[in-house]
């Protein structure tokens, strides 16, 4: 609300000598030495409505102002909703299974979020860490090195799993699942004196579950392969149509953007291994839950309820990733049925994936007690009903 102090004279258009900010009210003060006007657009009020006085003699400003503010405080009723609610910054990264967190704000209620997207995880937990957010979506694997780093990081829920993929070009003579063929074509590579490539983005989820699966088949990522790493996954169908790469782990819906566009074709999804199909993970830190814990409580309230309307209906999903994109709808449509809701929080399999970490040098220590420590499941418990056993734990 803008206050516009203004003196009167007869016959004298108003002059305006002063201006100040009373209140988030829709509502606009005329005050003069012998008169004051309120006009008010609340929305509770009728439109243009109007409260004036006079007084028969000048007086001073102070006790006009003091006037004025009395009038005003009869006049309009409170917004208590408006001055109440918290406010929580969200974080979450470009990927299918991501871009739901979108729809977290419009299911929230007695919390503002602003949700802000971010090109990849890693980006969403140094927003957290640096307390640019208060919230952020990242992955199982963010929330182990981070720990392994010494970093605050609460785990509050889970979101959605499942996004992985492994592609090779089009034209690569490699049928899915073929293993046994995968490694002979790569021994030949090391015969020709070449490297057998092979790109993810270092770092997410899409990278852990590649190079579980190839460790479980017999094919050692640091040693039988050179890593290619592309940051950003939305330029991974560039490097594998150029020929910068023989194969890709890559993330919806980029992967099914690879497949529908002819650039490449499947291989297989990486999910025999110790993570499975785990990818996302709401976190926090302490002094937010320590500060805030009611808007964390209806956030994670908010993740439920998105959890639930995925598996009902896909549509808004599609969109968001759309809008995030700005990809065909057909190649929305396809990334989901490589998605899986989930807001559950696995303990025993994190700290597999934890362990299987260690053994890809991911991680320098055992972190499996800050793991147990720091996976908080009542905020879940009270969303859901359910008990931490059943949640996960």
């Excluded at 023989?246 to 999910?271: C, D, M, S, W």
């Excluded at 303990?347 to 793991?371: C, F």
Aim: glycine share 6%; hydrophobic share 40%; proline share 5%.
């Amino acid at each position: 609300m803008t206050v516009l102090v203004q003196r009167w004279r007869l016959g004298v258009a108003p002059k305006i000598f002063f201006g100040t900010k009373l209140a988030q009210s829709g509502t606009t003060l005329l005050v003069g030495r012998t008169s004051a006007l309120i006009q008010t657009t609340h929305p509770e009020l009728p439109m243009h409505q109007l409260c004036a006085f006079r007084v028969s003699r000048p007086i001073s400003f102070s006790r006009f102002f003091a006037l004025a503010l009395l009038s005003l405080s009869i006049f309009l009723p409170l917004d208590s909703n408006a001055q109440t609610n918290p406010k929580v910054k969200m974080a979450y990264a470009k990927c299918a299974h991501c871009l739901s967190m979108a729809l977290v704000p419009a299911l929230a209620t007695g919390v503002d979020i602003e949700a802000i997207n971010f090109t990849s995880g890693n980006d969403a937990l140094t927003a957290l860490v640096s307390k640019s957010v208060d919230i952020a979506q990242v992955t199982y694997l963010h929330y182990v090195t981070g720990l392994d780093k010494g970093m605050d990081l609460i785990a509050i829920s889970g979101q959605v799993n499942g996004g992985s993929e492994l592609l090779v070009s089009a034209d690569f003579p490699l049928n899915p699942e073929d293993w046994v063929g995968l490694k002979k074509i790569i021994a030949d590579y090391k015969a020709q004196g070449k490297p057998f490539r092979i790109a993810a983005s270092r770092g997410n989820a899409q990278d852990l579950h590649m190079r579980g699966e190839l460790l479980k088949n017999g094919i050692n990522p640091t040693k039988d392969v050179q890593f290619v790493n592309i940051p950003n996954p939305s330029d991974h169908q560039a490097a594998l149509q150029r020929g910068e790469v023989e194969l890709i782990g890559t993330v919806e819906p980029f992967a099914t953007q690879i497949r529908l566009n002819g650039v490449g074709k499947h291989f297989n999804f990486p999910y025999d291994q110790a993570a499975g199909k785990l990818t996302n993970l709401i976190v926090t830190r302490s002094d937010v839950i320590k500060d805030n814990p009611a808007a964390v409580q209806q956030t994670v309230n908010a993740v439920v309820s998105l959890v639930n309307a995925l598996n009902k209906d896909k549509q808004a999903w599609i969109d968001s990733i759309v809008k995030g994109t700005g990809l065909d709808p057909k190649i929305a449509s396809g990334a989901l049925s490589n998605a899986y809701p989930d807001y559950n929080m696995y303990r025993g399999a994190t700290l597999a994936i934890a362990e299987m970490m260690k053994d890809l040098k991911y991680i320098s220590r055992d972190v499996t007690p800050e793991i147990t420590k720091n996976m908080n499941y009542t905020f879940l418990e009270k969303a859901t009903g359910k008990t931490a056993k059943d949640l996960g734990y």
